[in-house]
């Protein structure tokens, strides 16, 4: 590692945006934009498409591990199936071609229910020539709830002409239970007991007519290409509209803020959801932009299946790398045994880049660490803000030298107004990034802009330094989390939630904060699989009893004591910790599909848990010592 008395050095990475207009607006409002303007961009990504189809037609646009058995019957993934950019338009075609014949529009779009796959983008690049919207849902919905509410809001909300599955033996339940007879689903294989599906084979083996160039001349600017649904909180979640202009816009935005993503042929091993923002517009929206190839990752940063994507990281040499923090703290762990792991990974990845929740210093460091001992030097980790409504791209760092919650600089072409509010500063985005609005949902529309126009994200933030705005913004919480206690003092959720983190890595997942209008703040911790290493249980003990066990009880009293040692006063002290044995949940909005923890959830439905705590009632509250 280096000395505190030496610069680290990083593998070179330009940053497109470094310097920054500031004006000031009415009382408490200040307006920031990148000096650079934004450039031209196409009126419809399908174009794009159709350019790497002539340029590049048998370069991979995307490839997947399939599915083999063996003599045993078990089934694990094997090779690689790629599918070339020729393929790829010629296959878009002919479903546009099935989905024109079938009288789809926004007012009947596609619904897509399961997983990243193939055929999941082939469908979806299909609706995009057709100008037919398509609607990628979280598999949560129909594989994890009991209830389906979340899925039947969905199609309520929309109401589909079609809706797509791969797997119909894994969606037949939710299907049935959802779907209305009347709307056609299309399974990639398997059925649906006592119901009619199509193939869908059959809608490729559609040939394309001029009536599919026809559709595509048609769609411009303003054609819907998706709704994405936003994670919801302690309500159901809406339908964010999002236009060619929207996700167009964004692309060209990202190709000037992180310009490593077009100095080389860009290729990615990628497990985000598409059915969220960051997934499906941010990273397929690249490789379609920059005619890129996607290996998609079928692992995740969860323990049943991180092997897998360890597994392909070991094979696939990405030049930018994305996740979240669970997936890089997974990845970080690994690093510093596996060899070829660190060999791959390492070779020719230009810029790491984390979102979704904060990323742990000790994380970082762990990083930091297996790269310098790899290649002698450290590979920038990119970050910023942005949202379903963004595109989701906002604003990103300007320097290689990122510490935790820094954010940076707006994207060209995208304002930003800074608004006073409580103690706080508001950041709201206005610029062709922006959605227009909620779909079926007016009032929500409304009350989402501001007079100005100006979409009102709900994020806090404050100066990197305040000498200098060209180094930008860092993230201060959310408005909404944040809180007072009883005194009157307000508490800074963010950036205490951070802290508590930390402090307690690598045992704790995520903590919610709590105290609303009381004397002192507690913390619910969520803690990691990591915690039943400390226990010394047997591997299938209830969480509840490893939680209780004496030195899991040890070690987060010693947190709770590091934590009091540093704190400065009741805004920012944890005054009782207790340790939550039962992991947050999806049909409850607890936690979204990017991990990261809806604290406002979280609170109304563990109401009790929360009186508990500040009632001495719960066994093994932990209190300073």
């Known amino acids: 590692m280096s000395t505190p008395h030496t610069s680290p050095r990083f593998r070179p990475m330009r940053f497109g945006v470094t310097r920054v207009r500031l004006r000031d607006g009415a009382p408490g409002t200040h307006y920031l934009r990148a000096e650079q303007d934004l450039l031209p961009y196409p009126e419809r990504l399908t174009d794009r498409l159709r350019h790497w189809a002539e ?39 002919r479903i546009a071609q099935s989905l024109i014949n079938r009288g789809l529009s926004a007012e009947r779009p596609v619904v897509i229910l399961s997983e990243n796959s193939l055929d999941h983008a082939l469908m979806g690049l299909g609706c995009m020539v057709a100008g037919v919207p398509y609607v990628p849902t979280s598999p949560a919905y129909s594989l994890i709830s009991q209830d389906y509410d979340k899925l039947k809001h969905v199609l309520r909300t929309v109401t589909p002409g079609l809706v797509f599955a791969t797997d119909g033996a894994r969606y037949a339940k939710a299907i049935a239970a959802a779907v209305p007879a009347d709307v056609e689903v299309v399974l990639s294989h398997g059925g649906v007991a006592d119901r009619q599906v199509t193939s869908f084979e059959q809608l490729t083996l559609t040939d394309a007519t001029s009536a599919v160039d026809a559709a595509m001349a048609a769609t411009g ?17 809406k339908a964010v509209i999002n236009t060619q202009r929207l996700w167009c816009a964004n692309q060209q935005q990202m190709a000037q803020s992180m310009p490593v993503l077009a100095e080389q042929p860009l290729v990615l091993c990628d497990w985000l959801p598409w059915n969220h923002t960051f997934g499906g517009n941010h990273n397929v929206g690249m490789v379609v932009y920059h005619g890129g190839t996607m290996y998609i990752d079928d692992g995740k940063p969860t323990p049943a299946l991180m092997h897998e994507t360890l597994r ?29 792991l660190r060999k791959n990974l390492l070779s020719r990845v230009k810029m790491f880049f984390y979102a979704g929740a904060a990323l742990a210093q000790p994380i970082w460091d762990s990083l930091y660490e297996s790269e310098e001992r790899e290649i002698g030097e450290r590979i920038v980790m990119g970050t910023g803000l942005g949202m379903t409504e963004s595109g989701p791209f906002g604003i990103f760092v300007t320097n290689p030298f990122v510490t935790a919650g820094d954010l ?3 994207t060209p072409g995208l304002e930003l107004k800074l608004v006073d509010t409580d103690g706080k500063t508001e950041v709201r985005y206005k610029g062709p990034n922006i959605t227009p609005g909620y779909w079926r949902a007016p009032k929500e529309t409304a009350e989402a802009f501001d007079e100005e126009g100006f979409f009102c994200t709900g994020d806090a933030v404050k100066w990197i330094d305040e000498t200098d705005v060209h180094l930008g913004l860092k993230f201060d919480g959310r408005i909404a989390e944040d809180f007072k206690l009883a005194t009157g003092t307000f508490v800074s959720v963010g950036p205490l939630r951070a802290k508590v983190i930390a402090a307690g890595a690598p045992y704790i997942q995520d903590v919610v904060l709590t105290g609303i209008n009381l004397k002192e703040v507690g913390a619910m911790v969520f803690p990691t699989p990591a915690v039943r290493q400390l226990a010394g249980l047997p591997a299938d003990a209830a969480m509840a009893d490893v939680l209780a066990s004496a030195p899991v009880l040890a070690h987060f009293q010693s947190v709770v004591n590091t934590l009091a040692k540093t704190a400065t006063g009741s805004a920012n002290r944890i005054a009782r910790l207790c340790l939550l044995s039962e992991p947050p949940t999806i049909d409850r909005g607890e936690v979204t599909d990017k991990g990261s923890i809806n604290q406002r959830a979280v609170l109304a439905h563990r109401a009790d848990t929360v009186d508990a705590l500040h009632g001495g009632r719960l066994h093994h509250i932990l209190l300073p010592q």
């Open 221 to 237: 600017p303003d054609t819907i290409v998706k709704f994405l649904f936003t994670s919801g909180s302690t309500k159901l979640p």
């Open 55 to 93: 340029t590049a037609p048998e370069r991979s646009f995307m490839a997947q591990r399939q599915p083999t058995t063996d003599a045993q019957g078990k089934t694990t993934l094997g090779d690689w199936r790629h599918v070339s950019y020729r393929e790829a338009w010629d296959t878009a075609r």
């Open 312 to 340: 392909n990281l070991r094979e696939i040499a990405p030049t930018v790398y994305f996740n979240v923090p669970t997936g890089f703290e997974a990845i970080a762990n690994a690093m510093k045994t596996d060899d070829a």
């Open 408 to 410: 940076g600089v707006p």
